[in-house]
């Protein structure tokens, strides 16, 4: 029993039939006597999933156009799946040319981190530049949201594609260290080169 | 005599061999692969010898080894001697009933006639059921010895559904002995030489519903009630680990092998090929001379059986893979009031058309 | 057979369906008094999932508080995002393009597909059909393909923003999103042919659970199981939120309020927020995704290295947080379970001051044992199935 109250031509929650397109999902309530006896049916699923088994029994030898095979499992250690540009894997810091990190020591990601997984030392050299005297990033506490990357001014730490290597033995190898952090900017390239086709369509 | 008792125990050991060493292993490697690529995925492929893969097939002994490891218990407060007894008598009656299967004919070999089939007995149907009723008590025993709320509820279901499956078993398979009008399995299978002949063409609804009964007898899905899995965590066999689980499995394997063993050789033509009979295949190796010819027409005829014994194997595992679960009151209803009348009204009809024909 | 019993000297059994049950997912405790296999009472324990979202809020700046709503319900994660930046961006009242409007909506179906998916591929599964399972995971993998192109992750999103979006639509995104379909409606029509008509299926779920509307109304019952008990209340038509209103697409309802009715509900909202995608990428128009109020959205990196206002403006809101005008507001959106709704209360500076959500599955899980007393032991695991219950929104 739907809840129409057609005369007023609205439904009983105060809202004009007109508006809600309602679609009854259940044409009849009662099964036929096809669907009471079980085999028929059962017959017809059976089917579906028999198709399934030759068609991918025969994908093993014949593949389709293309691919290997025609299920869709990858092998993961033989073969790894290529993350799409936008994926947001595991943190690191870029280095200048001379090896150095672009860090200035801002602050700005410790501060937006919901995590509370980064801790900067800030310090400044002797030539007048500020840089991170310790920069460590807790990665048992950083849950990949990417605001790290989003927030900071210097295209110092960026999210890169990576996503392996994160099961120790001992917790305490999870503090990852500034040393650790540390990529060059050739090899995160398609990141930066990503962050800097978003970031700069943001308001245009 | 010495050549009776060779010819015997040469059968008994090629039996054994072929259902516990070979059947056992393997359909746990097919149930595995075959789900697997109906649900579009990749099986377990990952044990090796050596760097050889060979599509999971090493799987099976990999299992063997962890299971023989582990540690054997009796969880506490439970009745020792029960609990170790439930898994001997869940599997022993999984292997002997498969004793009165005819896997082949008689054959004419060095001068002595050999007979296909471990104990041709005169009553072979009804020692199919008399031993298949006796796995009812291993579930029983399994679920009350266990000192656990889940597996008694596991049992009583499995209880009370077996003995019913048990009952609308016997109903169906009585069409198929008033057709052939004799209760010998070697008999039904002879008799089964002509294509049209075949039992599935004489008795289609006595197929249908005795696939059915088998399947609930052996508790597999859909009537995997007294271990389901989602509800009951494992059903009757939740505490048991190591050994003593994997011979209900076996148990439940082997019963699938005699249960695809028992269709062929009822409803399916035994050994024999279509359209072929047994002169013709005996003149067709007539090239090797009396005794190979005989020997030739016996490895066709074995291999028929094990193929037909194959793709009912193949077919119990894909309706297990895609068929819900009932309802414990379900099956009842579907065990005592459809099943049942079904049944008696086929064997109704299966009289008068015998009647009018002889 | 009632004075029998009475002789018999039988006592009722209290089993307790813990929280690690294979069933129970989303840990849940039941203590199950049974007689026999017939309930005589159920009652629900929850709480073990939560985990101080509230509090959570309350130490974070409001944009900290975006990752924590992923969290929420996380098998529709976007939706949550979306719900909570629409309750912040009514309360400092402004409005956002209308690209990003539309880009929303298509987030918020992409989620609403994969929680659906993933309902009713675990109802498959608890009953015993795991082919069936396996084929809508496979559909699921492939809309979260979809949505890692989008956002970067396939479950924890972090996508939406207040005053925007994180980034646009890829390139590719359309003609992948139309393979991804194709692919997706084969599965459905699979599983539509090995579900919905089979008896043994349809024993098992017809005339379980249900809920007469009268009562599902005065529960707080919202979304699909609403809707499959006849009452006809979906907060996209109700009231309008981004641009549903321009959207054509049907509301399915149902008749009794049984499992078999939620099930059918939700396969054919399966089908219509399918459409709403398609309809939202043909008519997207162009433009910008982000207000440009630097007070609020950090802006353009071009712009933050050359504008003063901006630089300062984006170092401010990321060490001090947004601040909103002072006041209450409560907002709800659609999401996969029923009505999701957003209390926010600020006081004026960067931390919000109260952050409460309207779980939409915990009026439902308060239901349970309204609708499965007087069934079987195997009648609560469909119910329980088909209401959605999510831990991480249930018990925050």
Redesign the interface.
Known sequence: MADIDIKNNFSNVGIPLAKLKPLKVRKNINLTLWEKLYVFEIARGLAVTVRHFFVHLFGFVFPPKGQKRSIITVYYPEEKVTPPPAYRGRPVLIMRENGLEKCVACGLCEKICPAFAIRILPGERDNGERYPVSFTLDMSRCVYCGYCEEVCPKEAIIMSPEYEGLAVTDRRNLIYSKEKLLRSEESQKERIDYIRRIYSRCNQ | MAAELIESIVKILFIFGVNVGFFSPILGWVERKQSAIMQDRVGANRADVFGFRLIGLFHPIADAIKVLTKEDFVPDGADKLFHTLAPFISLTPAIITFAVIPFGGHYEIFGHSVNLVIADLDVGMLFIFAFGSLATFGAVLAGWASNNNWSFLGGLRAAAQMLSYEVAMGLTIIGVIMVFGTLKLTEIGAMQENFFRWGIFLQPIGFILFFTCAIAENKRAPFDMAEAESELIAGYFTEYSGLKFVMFWMGEFLEIVTIAGVLTTLFFGAWHLPFVTDQMLLSFFSFAGPNGSNILAMLVNVGTFYAKLIFFIWLQMTIRWTLPRFRYDQVMRLGWKMILPISLINIFITGIIVLLVK | MADLAKDLHTEH?V?NMGPS???THGTVKFMVTLDG?TIVDLKTNIGYLHRGFEKMCEN?TW??????TDRLNYVSPLINNVGYALAVEKLIDIDVPDRCKYIRVIASELARISDHYTNIAAG?????????F??FV?AR?LVWDLI??????RV?S?YVRIG?L???I?DGFKEKTQDVFRRCRELWT?IH???T????????VRGVGTMP?DEAIAYGFTGPCLRAS?????VR??HPYLVYDLMD????????GDN??RY??R??EINQSMRIVEQALEKMPKG?????MPQY?????????NKIES?IF??KT??EGIKPPPGEIYLAVEGGNGELGFYLVSDGSGKPYKCRVRPPCFPLTAAMPRMVKGG????I?PTFDMINMIGGECDR
């Open positions: 059994m089993m049950h294979p069933v296999e974070g944009e900290q508080v975006m990752p924590y498959g599964l608890e009953l015993g059909a795991f082919t069936a396996l084929y496979e993998e890692e192109m989008l956002t970067g992750g924890t972090n925007g994180k980034n646009d890829p699979d042919k090995l579900l008509k089979n008896r043994i299926f349809i024993d098992r509307p006849g009452v006809l209340y979906d038509k109700a697409f049907d509301i399915p309802i149902g008749e009794n078999f009715d059918l509900v396969m054919e910008p995704i982000n207000v440009d959205r950090w802006q353009a990196k071009n712009d933050v290295y630089l984006h170092f990321v060490t079987f032991l195997a009648d695991i």
